[in-house]
């Protein structure tokens, strides 16, 4: 029994040693596990890399239309083609393979992709003529020599990113050019590279099925600029483009544009460049977190602020009515005058009296500026050079028109007053040399000699007033200088010694004979000149012409501001009422001079105030016509000019009866319905 509780004994002493033992093992193991673990975790935490980039959302740029609403350039909702950097091949080789796969979707597509480089497409490569700064960055770009040839640039792409003979050269081409775009568009995490721009429906679903495939090739659905009436001051509405260069980018920075991206585009010529602050908006921010390689989260942290809509002076009606007439009275003289065959080119300018507001300026040839968007080369290249407005920036001799100018300056001054005669016998001698009038007239007083346009009457007074005080008052109506045109316009220049040093010119003391009739080396706008005879119809106000109205929120629900008149100048400082009785009254007058039925003025139900010229020019003669109307009230200025023709005064009572049709309600429109011989529709 003893033995048996002994042995028993043993037994229970073993086993709880052996318990312990194992206690011992597992507390040790599971302190082995717990620290492995802590261990692990703490070197996971120290290998987590996170980073967090800023990427722009663009902003709905900002609508343009015209004052009655009516939008010229708008805004659509469209698919552009980007590659994010975030989700793109680190590899080279890798990335050469997803761009190649979407060139070829595009291809069957039928689309483009951007590449602004500046290498021909093709073998031989040679650099882009007339694109010298953008092959000066280029090798800067890519780190060659001032000497390096555009072989060389190629052959740098080819081996920077690894672009390989297992794709053709016509291929690798268009790889290296696709990887210098994204070189030149700073292509980053916070830089997407926009690879090419509004896609149809059908090719964006194409690529969205390939996106397995194409490892960085994304879809945003964005607003795409277009064009909605390509006919309307095409000139001065201007176009929008990618920022292209770094240069730019820099210049755009200096300027206080802070938020722009190197993938935005911005206004280049006309009101989308003078407007750029107002109509780009504000753009929004996306914030991108990358996590170890990977991106983790995507979040807005700013929405995008929509720019302004700007809303015109001009009258989209208005304006393609007088397109239209003047390239009809173009084609007449062409088809019935000899002289006239080479009649293709002039301008015609309506302005608003109360503010100089344009309502219409129409150029001969012009173009759509949907044409110019398409292909800038197609339109440039045509004849007559239709990228020139030659109502702000064609310059010309005004002729007789201008003897308004000297009326003005010898009434104001008290040189003459509205009695004083001088003898016109069509032959007039001055140091020396003798100049002729168009007629024998006698003694002339002014508001006669405006009627007639006697030229012998201005000379005498230009000798009277002589160059001074007749350039002062030139300057006074707004000649030799710009006039301020938001979209900007030319000054001209004035005949005096200065403007005659500058072209290599002699200037002889006959030459103030000549500038007081708008000949010699005055060199004017049709702008300016229309400024002329509002600055008349306002009896010596001048006000700065404008194409903005006002300025409203970008969904129009809300105006913001509204353009002002702006007095540019006085002109009349004496006795401005008694100054510009004379000079209306010689308009009235040369505006009741019988015309053709269809042109004539007598019948309107108000006067018309005129006054024409036909300078010679190297093209032989040119016509000008400047005017008000109605003369009692006036409601709007004009100037008509055509380059080698004749009769500009024809227009006249066309452009009356299309201003009254787009303003049934103005004096003109009462006045013009049920009037005989006036094609004017309630």
Known sequence: ???????????????????????????????????QIVAAEEENQQHIVQSVYTQVIPATRGEIVDCTGEPIVSNKIGYNLIIEKAYFPADNKEGNAVIYRTVQLLKEAGYEW???????????????????RDIEEMKKNLRLNKYATAPNCIDKLYDDYEIGA??????????????????????????????????????????????????????????????ENGTVIPHEIGYVGPIYSQDEFNALKENGHEDYALSDAVGKTGLELACEAELRGINGKKEITVTNGDVSSVVISQEPVGGETIQLTVNAKLQQSLQKRLDEHCKMLRDTDAECKNAYCGAAVVLDTKDNGVLGMATLPTYDLGDLLESYKNVAEQDNFPLINRATDGLYRPGSTFKTITATAGLDSGKINGSTTFHCSHDFLFYGHTFHCTGNHQDIAVSNALTVSCNIFFYELSARLGLDTLLDYERMYGLGAPLGLESGDSGGYLACPETFEKLGLQWYIGELTQAAIGQSEVQVTPLQMATVASTIANEGVRYRPHLISSYWNNTMTEQLSVKEPEIAATVAQNNAKDVYSYIEKGMIGAAQTPMLPEYDLNNLGFDVALKTGTPQSPRGTDTFVIGYAPAAEPEIAFCAMIEGGKYAKYLVKGILEDYAQCYPESRIGRAMRGRANVQVQP
């Open 166 to 227: 297992e794709y053709s050269e016509k291929d690798r081409r268009i790889i290296a050019g696709i990887r210098y775009e994204m070189l030149l568009r700073s292509f980053s995490m916070s830089n997407v590279f926009y690879f090419a721009n509004d896609i149809d429906l059908k090719t964006v679903t194409r690529i969205k099925e390939l996106r397995v495939t194409l490892s960085g090739v994304n879809i945003v659905e964005e607003a795409i600029r277009t064009v």
């Open 114 to 132: 951007n590449d602004t480089m500046p290498v021909t497409k093709t073998e031989p490569y040679f650099f882009s003529v007339d694109r010298d």
């Open 1 to 35: 029994m003893k033995e048996i509780m002994r042995q028993i004994s043993e037994f229970l002493r073993s086993s709880f040693l052996i318990l312990l033992v194992l206690a011992s093992a597992a507390l040790g193991i599971y302190r082995l596990v717990k620290l």
